[in-house]
């Protein structure tokens, strides 16, 4: 594992479930004022800002995540650092796939689905290329991580 993705692999353990919320909320308006200059990477790893609708209060939550372009789609992993609980907005992409995606300072609205089989292992070595955190949180935890892939709903 690179150095730098060390790095940010273990801060994010560290910082543990509460932290990492904390975080997120921190950077998404850093995010926006900066059109992703400032947040918009986690080492070499882009960053987009994924807005879902709660599953329970009805509510848009937006947070930062790791992508990997594929093509016109955005692959994201419901890692939340190998923490027990998947994070939030993977639960919420599950029970609504329909939600928006922010890179820089384009928006659009995206559907998600969860990736299996073949595609979910080659997306995952190459997620895991990029930023090699991934294997670690996987070994952390005993649930299964969601790998999404979110596809634009209309011309970027």
Request: proline letters at 6%; a positive charge; hydrophobic letters at 35%.
């Amino acid at each position: 594992m690179p150095s730098g993705d060390r790095f940010y692999s273990r801060m994010s353990q560290l910082l543990g479930a509460t932290g990492l919320r904390w975080t997120g909320k921190l950077n998404v308006p850093l995010y926006r004022l900066s059109g992703g200059r400032i947040g918009g990477k986690v080492n070499q790893a882009p960053v987009l800002l994924l807005t879902t609708t709660g599953r329970k209060s009805g509510r848009q939550r937006t947070a930062p995540v790791v992508y990997l372009a594929e093509g016109d789609d955005y692959v994201v992993i419901g890692s939340n650092a190998g923490h027990s609980s998947a994070p939030a907005w993977s639960l919420n992409l599950k029970a609504k796939p329909e939600a928006e995606v922010e890179v820089g300072r384009r928006r659009f609205p995206v559907r998600a689905r969860v990736a299996e089989g073949e595609e979910r292992a080659d997306l995952w070595r190459r997620h895991n290329e990029q930023y090699s955190g991934f294997d670690e949180y996987e070994a952390r935890t005993d649930r299964d991580i969601a790998l999404f892939v979110l596809e634009p709903l209309a011309p970027r």
